[in-house]
């Protein structure tokens, strides 16, 4: 019984400090139209987390069907270097 107390308050306590650790999000619309919202990270000044849709990988010339390591890597650079402003 005492060591499910303890476990549920080491539950509790650590969705409290995830809570308090999470920073507000910032909202923003890509080029696409896309509403996105962004975590930024302070230490590195950049997107930590982006949530919201992001554009069809087919705008960067690229097919779900044809998706390998290869074309998954190369996918990758293209979608950083399109987001880099964020």
């Known amino acids: 019984m005492k060591k499910s107390i303890i476990i ?3 539950f509790a306590l650590l969705l409290t400090v995830s809570a308090i650790a999470q920073k507000e999000r910032e ?4 080029k ?10 302070d230490k590195m000044g950049s997107a930590h987390r982006v949530y919201g849709n992001l554009p069809n990988i087919s705008i960067f010339g690229f097919q779900r069907a044809e998706l390998n390591q290869v074309t998954v890597r190369n996918l990758s650079s293209k979608f950083f270097l399109e987001y880099l402003w964020l």
């Open 32 to 41: 696409f139209g896309n509403q996105l919202s962004i975590q930024m990270n």
């Open 27 to 30: 909202s923003i619309s890509d």
């Open 8 to 10: 549920t308050y080491l």
